[in-house]
């Protein structure tokens, strides 16, 4: 599903990415672990295409497409979603247009018509039950005024309602208390499937016990550095990472 | 003495509070990349046809002489004549305002014709179903229902007043209207229906020597609205005047007047549009509104004049001059604006709060794209006892747009409690664009509250990009983004209005991304 080759990327002339690979096949659950600052969020943001990334060097390939010609825009549309680690305010876009445009845009792209009003706010409800977020929540601004478990509980809330294919979630643990946490591996857990899968970017070991991952890898030095099973968390969880140092 | 309104108060040899011209450093290089494919697909601006019409003009140049043939045209009465001559010369002495964060080539006021009727017109107002087809085609190509039948078959109830140049075309439930004892007709009309309502509130709000612009309408003024809504009355429905500018080389100037009278209420709306064309026109109007004791008005314009290419050539200037009179206690006044179109805008709905208790309001949305520049705000002059204003103002620069907002807040010493809030916000899209504010207080009054708050940002890349990872394109994203940020101010429209103005924010956004 999605197969990266050789990464190299930078940000400000700044080389983060080193030559990184990874591979990712439907169905599957990835957990990328590493230091802070090691570039999890960089590689999140270029398969996302976020612009100020600039890739020198390898591919990336998502259904045997170049996903790095394509807009981000046409990337979500295909099926690509990132869980953001600061999910943004929107001011005055309550967050029923955001999910509104969202939907449409997707529709539109696969050459579908828009969604019915009724089914969309059905759809919507129910998804928002799933992540125990109020209704009224719905329509306040995107994020706006929302405390850092919010926001998260919300960026699942997206997912679940746009029903990715792969979903890249960049910490989206970090800062949720033991309720929110089970919320949110549960509408991670409800969208795994075989034909979907899964990275998730966190530094605990927690989430993990909820979501279990297929595969771990650890993210150092722009690269890949180590890959393991579900094992490898825990180990990293005792021992840190100076060991891989060496490595 | 104090000065009370003349527009040029601004003048004050001051620079700008704030001032954020967008930084092309900060901005990702890639922003930029797209800018002229976008540009290039730019839609036409979709009001910009010409209808191909005979017209009676007079030909270029204003003159005393040229007055008269206007009066005689419009067979005033004597006074009328005199108060536009009287204004006339009184102009001749008057210079035109620079003092406007503005910047344009003057207008050469020979060189326009001052009166512009489409020959079909020339015998007098004639009903509805006797007007022009192309006339009614120019309306329904626009969207303006000017048949009642067809708006009956909407879920509309709006009366419509329709001047295509310098005359009025039609207004449509009249009869319903009258009914509820509301007057609704062209101002030449009611010059001779009801000249004495006429006479006693004509320059009265705005005095014809008020500022340069507004004594060149006031001697040669055309068109325009009136409304008197009696006593106790709540008017029906929405009243709505639609102005469009048509023939080459003509300017509009149209004077509206709406009379609020004890107790009553009154909602209306204006709308604008003209032909693309590759010269200025300018547009130099003065509306008057007066609301007695108890009395709400709530005016809401959105001005989508032709605003030029994307280079700056052609568009409209719209200078114009409306300012409100709470006369009475309690009374209210409110102005909405949603401002896209013109090449050049200088524009500060006002209003004086006379009465002890009266209410003004502003909320106002701007948008420059290309080279369009405004200068707009407000001026709310505090009188009465514990008048109460409100300024919430959104300007949107893009492209190489220039946004000032400029407001004055008065306060007299017989404005005991006196209170205002001022909210100015700008918003900056893209690296060529500038935004600027310049508030003015003017405090004599001890017991006043005013509370200012103002920001000035940037479309976020971040937030373009969270829409955009979520499947929704660059333009729809700027518009989404930008129509939150006008929010507070839509809001305040009536519903079919606030649907409209979200639109034409989107089409006067295309080609701002970057
Ligand atoms: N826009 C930027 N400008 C300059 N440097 C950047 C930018 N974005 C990322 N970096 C740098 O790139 C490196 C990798 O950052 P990244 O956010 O990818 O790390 P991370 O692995 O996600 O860290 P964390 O665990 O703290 O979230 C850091 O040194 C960071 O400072
Ligand atoms: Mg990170």
Known sequence: MLEINNLHARVEEKEILKGLNLSIKPGEVHAIMGPNGSGKSTLSNVIAGREGYEVTEGSVLFDGKNLLDLEPEIRACEGIFLGFQYPVEIPGVSNMTLLKAAINARRKHQGETEIAPNDFLAWVRDRAKLVKIDPKMLSRGVNEGFSGGEKKRNEILQMLVLQPRLMILDETDSGLDIDALKIVADGINALRGPTRATVLVTHYQRLLDYVQPDYVHVLARGRIVKSGGPELAKELEEKGYGWLEAA | ?514
């Open chain 2, 1 to 514: 003495m104090i000065r009370l309104m003349n527009e040029p108060t601004f003048d004050l040899n001051q620079g700008p509070a704030t001032t954020m011209a967008a930084n092309p450093q900060t901005s990702a290089a890639a922003n930029v990349r797209d800018v002229t494919a976008m540009v290039a697909s730019r839609k036409l601006y979709s009001a910009g046809f010409i209808t191909d019409i005979e017209a009676d003009k007079v030909a270029p140049g204003l003159s005393e002489d040229v007055i008269r043939l206007i009066s005689a045209k419009k067979e005033e009465p004597e006074w009328l004549l005199n108060f536009r001559l009287k204004a006339y010369r009184r102009w001749l002495t008057m210079t035109e305002p620079e003092w406007a964060h503005v910047d344009y080539q003057k207008v050469d006021y020979q060189s326009i014709s001052y009166y512009s009727q489409p020959k079909s017109m020339k015998d007098g107002p004639q009903t509805l179903a006797d007007v022009d087809p192309k006339l009614l085609e120019t309306y329904r190509k626009l969207g303006i229902p000017l048949r009642e039948q067809e708006m009956l078959a909407g879920v509309q109830n709006v009366a419509v007043d329709v001047v295509f140049d310098s005359v009025s075309v039609g207004t449509t439930f009249k009869k319903k209207l009258l009914e509820a004892g509301v007057i609704f007709c062209p101002l030449s009309e009611a010059v001779k229906s009801h000249p004495e309502l006429v006479q006693k509130y004509l320059g009265s709000v705005v005095p014809f020597a008020d500022n340069f612009f507004a004594a060149l309408n006031t001697a040669v003024f055309t068109e325009g609205s009136f409304v008197y809504i009696p006593k106790g009355v709540r008017c029906p429905m929405e009243l709505s005047t639609y102005f469009r500018i048509n023939e080459r080389n003509t300017g509009q100037f149209e004077r509206t007047l709406i009379i609020a009278a004890e107790g009553s209420h009154v909602s209306y709306l204006e709308g604008c549009t003209a032909p693309q064309r590759d010269e200025n026109q300018l547009h130099a109007a003065v509306v008057e509104l007066v609301a007695l004791d108890d009395a709400e008005i709530k005016y809401s314009t959105v001005q989508n004049w032709y605003p030029g290419d994307e280079n700056g050539k052609g568009g409209i200037y719209n200078f114009v001059t409306k300012r409100g009179d709470c006369r009475g206690a309690r009374s209210k006044i409110s102005w909405t604006q949603v401002e896209t179109g013109s090449a050049i805008t200088w524009k500060y709905p006002s209003c004086i709060l006379r009465g002890d208790d009266s209410v003004g309001e502003f909320y106002s949305v701007a948008l420059t794209n290309h080279r369009q520049q405004a200068d707009t705000g407000t001026k709310m002059i505090h009188i009465g006892k514990r008048t109460k204003s409100t300024i919430v103002s959104k300007g949107i620069a893009a492209g190489r747009g220039q946004q000032s907002y400029r407001g004055l807040v008065r306060v007299l010493e017989s404005a005991e409690g006196a209170r205002n809030y001022t909210q100015c916000d700008s918003l900056l899209i893209g690296d060529q664009c500038g935004a600027h504010t310049f508030p003015y207080t003017e405090v004599r009054n001890p017991t006043a509250t005013l509370e200012h708050e103002a920001t000035t940002s940037k479309i976020a890349d971040d937030q373009l990009f969270y829409c955009r990872a979520r499947g929704i394109g660059e333009e729809e994203a700027v518009s989404m983004i930008v129509n939150g940020f006008c929010k507070d101010v839509f809001k305040e429209l009536p519903m079919e209005f606030a649907v409209e103005a979200q639109k034409l924010l989107a089409v006067s956004l295309e080609g701002a991304v970057g």
